[in-house]
């Protein structure tokens, strides 16, 4: 079972305590964008067999959301961090390099 | 290929069964095909063909990562039914329940097609209306299908309960012609029938890179060397997004697990196929007597072929309400398959950004009762180079134009 630790208040909730909120650091685009970047921020969503990074909610416990770094293969869990981050922070991305050299996503905008 | 018939079975039973021969060859690889399929699921068999059988293109490869029919193709509940909403849907559908009906007789091989009806349950006011109106847009289709009251439900399938406190039946809608096909005879039929066109199924060789040049496919990089083509077709189902960053482009596509699960086989006690939308859960008892039951998908992105406990949980525990019966069963085996779901919950039937490579993907939680429809249309796409009535509006531009094919809402839930 899928196990994240909550940023704010610590918890280590179980899967079923939490909301998945799919892929994060997106970039929004409203009324005035072009076909292309709507098309891209509402439907055109990375699916990498790997490193992955994610909205989640504490639904059933704080409420709050944040972000998580994860392996969609393998299911392992490389930490969480507040949803106010642009990127994810360097402790982050440094436990990914060590386990998962050469690792790539989009571009953190 | 020697076909079978009574007569081959009489005949192998009088000199000890030797004189089966295999039902197709483990090909190697050439060097060039007019035409590759990537993934030997039904979807991609199937391709393959109508692709030799109604286009003339019989110079074709069929690569697999793993085995024949290993993937989605072998994990799903086996259900085949056309009661769809929207008429793009409705139309590829029943077009491949359809062809079910006669693809025993068509490739010599058994694949059990079982038209023993399809029952949804309406559950709630707001799911009687949604299948009053679809029992209606059916009947302009062409589809038959009826709304039916809570006793007919009954008389069709005795062990339900019709009065759960929290999921009542309400009705149904019903489809009569729809019912369940052996999984794995539908690809192995398919395969037989290809590999008798003289086409070369290649299985353990997985796809690493696809080379292009002007803007146009020249072939593909495998495990097991480099392989030329003029035409590429994509059918990996949960794996679409591996493949199309193969290829350098993006699909509105996102993978996650679907579960299902089977009981200890029992004595015969329902002869239909029962879906409960509200609920996520359906339930149809196999020729072995297992209770076959599906479930909902996780909500987040997974390509471990597993999934969460939990859902498990919730479906056997809204569909013992309705089916109280199942409730001292012991489940025997559960599967997850990697589901390839878009953003209105149909399918990708498509060309693709890079010239005489095509798609067809998306069939999220419903993709082995489309096999024969969906390969005659991708085969129709990748034969002409330009889509056909069935998958015209199954493009992958849909989203950026609005054009959606809408089945999620129609449905309420993935389908």
Not at chain 1, 81 to 104: C, H, L, N, V
Not at chain 2, 32 to 56: K, S
Not at chain 2, 92 to 118: C, D, H, W
Not at chain 2, 310 to 318: D, F, G, K, M, N
Request: with cysteine; proline share 5%; hydrophobic share 40%.
């Amino acid at each position: 079972m899928l196990t994240l630790t909550c940023p704010y208040c610590g918890v280590a909730a179980e899967e079923t305590e939490l909301t998945a909120g799919g892929e994060a650091h997106l970039k929004r685009f409203g009324p005035g964008s072009s076909d292309d970047d709507l098309e891209t921020y509402l439907f055109l969503r990375e699916n990498p067999k790997g490193v992955h990074f994610e909205r989640w909610r504490h639904s059933f416990g704080c409420g709050k959301w944040f972000l998580a770094a994860r392996d969609t293969n393998t299911l392992e869990v490389f930490g969480t961090y507040p949803a106010q981050s642009k990127a994810p922070p360097k402790p982050i991305k440094d436990a990914i390099t060590a386990k998962r050299p050469g690792w790539s996503w989009r571009e953190f905008k | 290929m020697k076909r079978y018939s009574v007569f081959a079975v009489a005949r192998e039973a009088l000199r000890q069964h030797q004189g089966w021969e295999r039902a197709w060859p483990n090909a190697e690889p050439k060097a060039r095909y007019d035409a590759i399929i990537v993934g030997a699921g039904g979807h991609g068999l199937a391709t393959a063909y109508y692709l030799g059988r109604n286009h003339g293109i019989r110079n074709v490869a069929i690569i697999e990562k793993g085995w024949l029919g290993g993937g989605n193709t072998g994990r799903n509940t086996t259900i085949i039914r056309s009661n769809y909403l929207q008429d793009p849907s409705a139309a590829i559908y029943e077009k491949a329940r359809s062809l079910f009906e006669t693809l025993s007789q068509e490739l010599n091989y058994n694949v059990m097609f079982s038209p023993r009806g399809v029952m949804m349950l309406a559950q709630t006011q707001h799911e009687i209306r949604g299948y009053k109106r679809t029992a209606m847009a059916n009947s302009l289709q062409g589809v038959t299908t009826e709304f039916i009251s809570p006793a007919r439900v009954k008389e069709l399938v005795p062990i339900i309960n019709l009065e759960g406190p929290r999921y009542p039946v309400l009705g149904a809608l019903w489809q009569p012609r729809g019912g369940t096909a052996r999984h794995d005879a539908v690809a192995w039929g398919y395969a037989r029938a290809c590999a008798a066109m003289g086409m070369d199924i290649i299985q353990k060789c997985e796809v690493t890179g696809v080379s292009q040049k002007d803007g146009k496919v020249t072939g593909i990089s495998t495990t097991r060397g480099d392989i030329a083509c003029d035409k590429l077709g994509i059918v990996v189902a949960g794996h679409s997004g591996v493949m199309a960053n193969h290829a350098g482009f993006r699909l509105p596509i996102e993978s996650v697990a679907l579960q299902a699960l089977v009981s200890e086989p029992i004595k015969p006690c329902m002869d239909v196929v029962v879906m409960a939308n509200t609920v996520h859960g359906y339930m149809s008892q196999s020729d072995k007597g297992e209770m076959v039951i599906g479930g909902g998908t996780d909500g987040f992105n997974n390509y471990t072929q597993r999934g969460s406990f939990h859902h498990i949980e919730e479906t056997v525990r809204a569909l013992n309400e309705t089916f109280p019966m199942i409730s001292r069963l012991k489940m025997l085996r559960q599967w997850g398959g990697i589901v390839d779901m878009t953003g209105d919950r149909s399918p990708i039937i498509s060309k693709t950004p890079l010239g005489n490579c095509f798609v067809n993907c998306g069939w999220g939680t419903g993709g082995f009762k489309a096999i024969p429809g969906s390969g005659w249309a991708m085969a129709e796409l990748m034969a002409k180079g330009e889509p056909g009535p069935l998958a015209l509006e199954f493009n992958m531009w849909r989203f950026k134009e609005g054009k959606f094919i809408d089945e999620s809402v129609a449905a309420g839930v993935a389908h």
